[in-house]
């Protein structure tokens, strides 16, 4: 063992001989198990919250999306439309 470890193994030492005498009260389980029950169950249900806040933005980020993209395509169309143009012209 190096010095280090040694070192570290006797401050966990004092830290376990310091802490030795602390529990927790009595009623702590009960608190805890009360606590667990008031919880949702399941995490789908523990996401409906924020997911209620952000269900507008994100609808309207899809549409912004869509539109985009539907602009993009007609650009592309209006575009390789002009270079078949072009290219029936030099024939």
Known sequence: MSQDDADI???LARLADATAELRPRADFTSRVMQ???AQP????VALQLPARR??????????L???WAV???RQLDEAMATSD???LAAW
Do not use: N
């Open 71 to 73: 602009s993009v395509d």
């Open 85 to 87: 143009d072009m290219e």
């Open 41 to 44: 169950a399941g995490v789908l």
């Open 65 to 67: 999306a869509l539109l």
């Open 35 to 37: 606590r667990i029950e």
């Open 9 to 11: 193994d006797v401050r």
């Open 54 to 63: 952000f269900f507008p933005i994100s609808m309207l980020a899809a549409a």
